[in-house]
């Protein structure tokens, strides 16, 4: 139980928000729909985002942490 109502609670609040950003007049129960409903597609998205672009993530992190690594080694050892 605690699970829902804390869905409701953040769906509640996105669909505060996402009106309010998008200036959109809606009554409560239809604000909290949206975010509840909203908040469960977002979170399926990500999720399939994440397991399918995983692998791809976490090269580029790796590419860019090895850029990180080699512009600080370049700075610090030519002083």
Do not use: C, E, H, N
Not at 1 to 19: Q, S
Not at 48 to 60: P, Y
């Amino acid at each position: 139980m605690p699970g829902i109502l804390l869905i409701v609670i953040i769906g509640a609040a996105a669909g505060f928000l996402a009106t309010r950003f998008m200036r959109v007049q809606a009554d409560v129960p239809t604000t909290v729909a949206i975010g509840v409903f909203g908040a469960v597609v977002g979170w399926l998205v990500l999720r399939i985002l994440v397991a399918v672009t995983g692998w791809l993530a976490m090269f580029i992190g790796a590419v860019l942490g090895a850029m990180l690594l080699l512009w600080l080694w370049q700075r610090f050892r030519s002083k």
